[in-house]
């Protein structure tokens, strides 16, 4: 499947379940017009991934994957940025420094030589969440495989239209949705400086990396930065 149909098919079965039954005791998943009117699988690939071209035959070298947007009124510089990349203005740049996790990311990515505020990083970079929904109320909180399993067939099918060379996932409940392996101990081997890896269930030539989520919490748990960083430093790309 190209990415550009999976996309559609991603928009109509999502928005779909957020009028039923997306949602759990805490999280609720609503409809989402910006999204719905872009052309990407999530609103993240604004940042990274938009931009690439030839999308299903170069395929991509990093997949960034979190677990769920959030709630996007939270976010009206970013939101007001996304609006401006889908009406094709060039000049539009994902506000890179809007959150901590942000800020972190940029951080993290320049140990591969990449400057993810750049539209173009210097590797072929491709950022989604693994839940597509949209939430109301609390951004954060409450997720559980269950929901994020509602969008296991559509992330399936990103990796196989995107093929991507590695996959990199922020927190627990990620690398594990990802990699279909429950862990044990996954952030003392975090502190200790080590990524989780593995390989991806239906394609064993694309490695999956754990590594903690690069928010303010993430980083207190693996001790810092310079922890973080060292997970990140042993992932072959």
């Known amino acids: 499947m190209r990415y550009s149909d999976l996309v559609i098919i991603a928009q109509t079965e999502v928005s779909s379940r957020a009028e039923k039954d997306y949602r759990n005791k805490t999280v609720i ?111 954060t909180g409450g997720m559980t495989k269950g929901l994020m399993r509602k969008d296991s067939e559509l992330f399936d099918e990103l990796v196989t239209s995107i093929k991507p060379r590695v996959i990199i996932c922020l927190g627990k409940i990620t690398f594990e949705m990802v990699s279909h392996i429950v862990t044990k101990g996954f952030l003392e081997k975090l502190r200790n400086g080590e990524p989780w890896e593995a390989v991806y269930p239906s394609d064993k030539t694309i490695r999956v990396y754990g590594v903690a989520h690069c928010g303010a919490r993430g980083l207190s748990n693996v001790g810092g930065m310079e922890i973080m960083k060292k997970a990140w430093e042993k992932i072959v790309l």
């Open 29 to 139: 998943y609503r409809r989402c017009e910006l999204w719905e009117k872009g052309n990407q699988i999530n609103l993240w690939t604004y940042w990274q991934g938009f931009q690439l071209k030839n999308i299903d035959e170069k395929g991509v070298d990093i997949l960034l994957v979190g677990q769920d947007w959030g709630n996007p009124d939270r976010n009206p510089e970013v939101v007001g940025t996304i609006k401006r990349i889908q009406s094709g203005d060039r000049s539009a740049v994902y506000p890179c420094n809007a959150s901590v996790t942000d800020r972190n990311l940029v951080e993290l990515f320049k140990i591969y030589g990449c400057d993810i505020t750049k539209r173009e990083p210097g590797k072929r970079i491709f950022f989604t969440n693994y839940s597509l929904g949209y939430r109301k109320g609390s951004e």
